[in-house]
Each structure stands twice: as structure tokens, then as C-alpha cells.
């Protein structure tokens, strides 16, 4: 059964960094767009990232522009993302999706339909 599971997360003081896992299993990344987002306690779940056959570029955040990095393992079927200079209003669980090489806007702002999620993992950003 296709799936992703997400790693990476844990407590880190403001200020520093964590890089969050996303990989699968049992289906390629190869050419599927795949997003990270997250969800703050009492929030809905937002997108934080995206990477897509179908862009250019990442998409990123206006919150994490600068201070987040998503990239792709083709190699080890892993999505990676890269999160320097970590701010409290980061706390969040974070999640990873994969779907159809569909724009980035698209599966930002359609996350509700997106066919494949992880579990998410937890990241906590206090002193």
C-alpha cells in the first residue's frame, strides 16, 4: 500500500534549524508533486511547501521564504525539507503529500483532494 512517513521533528530552541524527512514506500516520487504542510493546534492545516514536475521553482510560504528548503532524493525516494532559523509561530505537526505532477498553486489550494498523506511529525520551536 502506498505511503509516506514523515521524520525529523522534535524540540529545538528558536533560532535553529531542522530538516524533516518525507519518504515513501511502495510507489516512486519520481515526477509527483509532492507538499509539505502543517498544522497548528487550533489552526487549519496550511501549505508550507511544494515541489512539482509541473513548476519552475519551489513554492514557498511568505512565512518561510528564506528560511525553509524543500528538495528531492530521487535516489532514495525521499522529499526533504529544510528548516533554518526556526520561529515559535513554526510549532506546528508538520506533513508531507504527494499527488499528481499538478501545479504547486493547485496543490496548495486543493489540499483537501490530495490522494497520499504521511502521519506528520511533530515540531516544537521554544527556549
Known amino acids: 500500500q502506498a505511503q509516506l512517513v514523515e521524520s525529523g521533528g522534535g524540540l529545538v530552541q528558536p533560532g535553529g534549524s531542522l530538516r524533516l524527512s518525507c519518504a515513501a514506500s511502495d510507489f516512486s516520487l519520481d515526477y509527483k508533486a509532492i507538499g509539505w504542510f502543517r498544522q497548528a493546534p487550533g489552526k487549519e492545516r496550511e501549505g508550507v511547501s511544494c515541489?512539482?514536475?509541473?513548476?519552475?521553482?519551489?513554492h514557498y510560504a511568505d512565512s518561510v521564504k528564506g528560511r525553509f528548503t524543500i528538495s528531492r532524493d530521487n535516489a532514495n525516494n525521499t522529499v526533504y525539507l529544510q528548516m533554518n532559523n526556526l520561529k515559535p509561530e513554526d510549532t506546528a505537526v508538520y506533513y508531507c503529500a504527494a499527488d499528481l505532477p499538478r501545479p504547486c498553486i493547485s496543490i496548495i489550494e486543493a489540499y483537501k483532494y490530495l490522494k497520499i498523506w504521511g502521519q506528520g511529525t511533530l515540531v516544537t520551536v521554544s527556549s
Open positions: 515541489i512539482s514536475p509541473s513548476d519552475g521553482a519551489p
